[in-house]
């Protein structure tokens, strides 16, 4: 029969069960009949031949069962009526199936949110991006790959007109700026891009058009803006009709020209874009840029059809040494000529390394708990399995084979995983919802979105799918084990005896899973108290923080000058405010810059130039953030722009290049400028508290004009409405500051141990508990077997405190067990947390002698009240209890 007639006879098979059945019986009937002719042919009588041919043939319903089961409809009929069959055992044991699929969608729940996380943060393709497969990050990196710059413009230009692997190159970079409508202006977290931009991603306007290629031609000459989505509806309501509609940006008139979809959020997807404006703005967004020269922009193209990663990197390479041969930018680039193509994720290589390492821990933390979840229904389902062998066995005497009972037995236990995969889906939901609400301690806003998608869902039934059959096999074979039909006869239950050590096995297994994620999550909190109790060398306590750029007001140097001088002398005058001071960064919330300085005298003529960090300050900044001076002085007024230029480094810096003396009024130069110190500075945590201190450095905000300043205050937290008011006094249209508590903003440096031990809690206290009702059911059962035995103990003379000790005993047996492999376990698995225990031994005893007692307390109650319960029981009735 060929494969087409094969495939369309099940189908009608399938469609019309009744008329196949009676086509075959006829068919089987008529081979009868004509077998019993011939017979009769040869000289039988009519009734001798029907019995032969009969005879011949044999059962007649065995031959259809027969014919069936070849083809391939049967089993697909087969597994339909297993299915059905499932749903009806697994609802008529409500309760059972209410329990086992809430512990399922409790360990599916922890890993698929976990796993939803790093499928948007690290794992899924740009949203709302079109061939997504041909977009790559472009990146210029040293040999050695640890260190890398962005783009210039003129490094852009260069390599869009040459390419020919690459269909387009694109770039961004962030920009803010105040937009108004006529009213107070707001706040604009948004993206200067390349023309070329959406084009390139292949994203396509939910409302209106993107930018046009005339657009971004040449300077100023696009004041249009597209803007985000979710912008869209808080901002102008949905509008339709805001497309066309003028605005102002920085006070210049632009025209809104379309709105993104709703699924795009930029390039790097964690940060809050809310509006794109063309890079042909740059002199009115960001005039303190050089358009030409300065390296500001990401970077990112999309493959020719057909080219491959390897090809366009190798041409890419080619093109930066021709760039960098021709000298066009400065040598100190020159070390960045190789380039690095990576898939476009939403982040960028180096951060999505750092966030799949993370959340890896995380989603294996996770795993354990589904694992613990499994072990605990496996658990129910040997003990259901041991209710059921009466079934198994009349269904064996009625002629169903071991094969075809393990696979009934699997489709119920994969259901029930299934069903309970759907709980974690709808777990999920709720879970990523409420994280996408945590607001991040950034400088910069924060827009997480991490809920679950199809990729997400897939993933989670194949997660239970593949536990459901590795947890389920050992239950449903031990079902079918043994001779059923004998112990239909005898009633026996076999086995018992391996049933009762492979439930030992399941709760010390449990058990152990649970102390390891209990050790984790005992070392991450030990970090993050570790962490808090560092010496930072600055006091963030009782200081307010807010964040200004006069720049994205359209504010030029001098105008930005006013209003800084403006602002401090309105807030020094606040009531209760004691210091006040600027700086461009804040510290410990990530943010680094750096550059070259030279000695001065050089100690050597081969003496080369030292790479140090820096910020900039202003007189007041030290006693605002309480960092005190070791000696010398902080700057003065006098430090201008017509002044010497100075500085105050830390002690690192000054012990560093002037170890035979003061540093106090020795010079460095950098940027070609003589630099006196003036000042030497605390050593404090700068970036991380992780970093080792490093050679820093600090210079007066009056001799390098920074438009991006914090204002510092050391003050009461009502001190927010005073600076508003200042703000509002000096430009009616300015947004109105956003007031952050220095001690919430450095709260960013322990954002990592924060966030392990909250989730490596919480799943730690799932697993416990899971463990936990696992031990207690397990206890709960043997004494419900030997409650004949107990009652007669007792009624032989034995204390009920003999009881209860016996009891208690098993269970802290299993708990000993349990301690003694989590311990060896948990040895194992916390060095790989080695680098997210901020001062922290993976090791630290503390941590492990705690949790192994919160275990051990917790399986001593769980075993405990099942014996209290039995050992209070009458002993005669125990005894009359068959």
Do not use: C
Not at 308 to 319: F, M, N, P, S
Not at 341 to 358: E, S, V, Y
Not at 705 to 725: E, H, K, M, T, Y
Request: net charge positive; glycine share 10%.
């Amino acid at each position: 029969m060929s494969l087409w007639r094969q495939v369309t006879r099940g189908w009608r098979v399938l469609r019309h069960r009744s008329d196949a059945d009676r086509e075959l019986a006829e068919e089987v009937a008529h081979f009868v009949e004509q077998s019993a002719q011939e017979l009769q042919a040869r000289g039988l009588s009519r009734e001798a031949a029907l019995r032969e041919a009969r005879a011949a043939v044999g059962s007649q319903s065995a031959v259809r069962e027969q014919v069936r089961s070849v083809g391939w409809e049967e089993t697909v009929r087969s597994f339909g009526s297993d299915v059905r069959y499932a749903f009806r055992m697994l609802g008529k044991a409500r309760l059972f199936t209410a329990v086992a699929v809430l512990i399922i969608a409790l360990g599916s729940g922890a890993v698929t949110t976990i796993y939803s996380a790093m499928n948007a943060i690290v794992l899924r393709p740009l949203p709302g991006t079109s061939e997504t497969a041909r977009l790559v990050n472009i990146e210029r990196r040293d040999p050695t790959f640890a260190e890398g710059i962005q783009s210039s413009y003129d490094y852009l230009t260069w390599m869009r007109e040459r390419t020919r692997t690459l269909d387009a190159i694109a770039v961004w970079s962030k920009v803010t700026f105040a937009l108004s409508t006529g009213g107070e202006g707001v706040f604009v977290y948004g993206n200067i891009v390349s023309g070329n931009y959406f084009s390139t991603l292949g994203v396509r306007p939910a409302l209106g058009r993107f930018f046009l290629p005339e657009e971004d031609a040449v300077p100023m000459g696009g004041p249009v803006v597209v803007l985000a989505h979710a912008f869209w509806q808080s901002r102008f309501g949905g509008d339709s009709s805001v497309v066309g509609r003028a605005v102002r940006v920085n006070g210049t008139p632009y025209t809104v020209i379309g709105v993104a979809p709703q699924e795009f959020h930029g390039v790097f997807t964690p940060l809050l874009v809310e509006a794109w404006v063309p890079l042909s703005m740059q002199e009115q967004l960001r005039p303190s840029r050089d358009r030409e020269h300065a390296i500001w922009l990401w970077t990112f193209g999309r493959l020719r059809d057909g080219a491959t990663v390897a090809q366009a990197k190798g041409e890419l390479d080619e093109l930066t040494a021709t760039y960098i041969a021709e000298a066009r930018e400065p040598k100190s680039r020159a070390k960045y000529g190789t380039i690095r193509l990576t898939a476009m994720t939403g982040l960028p290589a180096d951060a999505r390394g750092m966030a799949a390492g993370f959340i890896g821990l995380l989603l294996g933390a996770a795993m354990l708990v589904l694992m613990i979840a499994s072990v605990n229904v496996a658990s129910m389902l040997s003990a259901r399995g041991l209710a059921r062998q009466r079934e198994m066995a009349v269904r064996a005497a009625l002629g169903a084979g071991r094969g075809r009972l393990v696979r009934q037995l699997l489709t119920e236990i994969v259901t029930l995983f299934l069903l309970g995969a759907l709980g974690g889906v709808v777990i999920t939901t709720q879970a990523t919802a409420a994280i996408e609400r945590v607001t991040i301690p950034a400088d910069v806003p924060m827009a997480l979105e991490v809920s679950p998608d199809l990729r997400v869902l897939l993933f989670a039934l194949g997660l239970s799918l593949v536990t459901g059959l590795v947890f389920g096999l050992a239950p449903a074979m031990r079902a079918v084990d043994g001779d059923l039909v004998s112990r239909l006869r005898d009633g026996s239950s076999g086995a018992g005896t391996r049933r009762g050590r492979l439930g030992r096995a399941l709760i010390v297994g449990q058990l152990a899973l649970s102390l390891v994620l209990l050790v984790a999550a005992g070392l991450f909190l030990r970090a993050m108290s570790h962490g808090t109790q560092v010496d930072r060398g600055f006091q963030a306590a009782g200081v307010q923080t807010a964040l200004f750029n006069t720049e994205a007001w359209g504010y030029d140097a001098a105008r930005g000058h006013a209003f800084y001088d403006a602002l401090l002398e309105r807030v020094r005058a606040i009531p209760g405010v004691t210091a006040v001071g600027l700086s461009d960064r804040l510290p410990l919330t990530f943010a680094t810059s750096s550059d070259e300085i030279f000695i001065t005298p050089p100690a050597s003529p081969e003496e080369r130039g030292a790479t140090i960090n820096l910020a900039l300050a202003d007189p007041a900044f030290f006693d605002a953030v309480g960092m005190p001076l070791v000696s010398g002085r902080a700057f003065a007024v006098s430090d201008d722009m017509a002044a010497p230029r100075v500085a105050v480094v830390n002690e690192v810096l000054a012990r560093r290049h002037w170890p035979d003396g003061s540093a106090l009024g020795r010079t460095f130069t950098m940027r070609g400028e003589v630099v006196t110190v003036v000042g030497i500075a605390r050593n404090a945590k700068y970036s991380s508290l992780t970093e080792e201190v490093p050679a820093f450095a600090y210079f007066p905000v009056a001799q390098r004009w920074q438009p991006n300043l914090f204002l510092v205050v050391r003050g009461p937290a009502s001190v927010g409405d005073g600076i508003r008011d200042a703000v509002a006094a000096f430009d009616p249209l300015a947004p109105p500051p956003v007031m952050t508590p220095l001690t919430d903003a450095t709260s960013l440096a322990l954002l990592p141990q924060r966030l392990a031990a909250i989730v490596t809690a919480s799943l730690g206290g799932i697993g416990l508990l899971l463990a936990t009702v696992g031990l207690y059911g397990m206890i709960a059962q043997s004494v419900g077997r030997r409650t004949r035995e107990l009652g007669l103990r007792v009624a032989l003379g034995a204390q009920r405190r003999d009881v209860v000790r016996l009891i208690v005993g098993e269970g802290m047996r299993l708990a000993g067990a349990g301690v003694l492999i989590g311990v060896i376990l948990a040895m194992v698995a916390t060095r790989l947390l080695a680098s997210q225990l901020f001062g922290v031994s993976p090791l630290d005893g503390v941590t492990f002698v705690v949790m192994t007692l919160v275990l051990s307390l917790v399986a001593l109650l769980a075993s405990y009240l099942p014996a209290r319960r039995v050992a209070r029981a009458d002993p005669m009735l125990a005894l009359r209890t068959d």
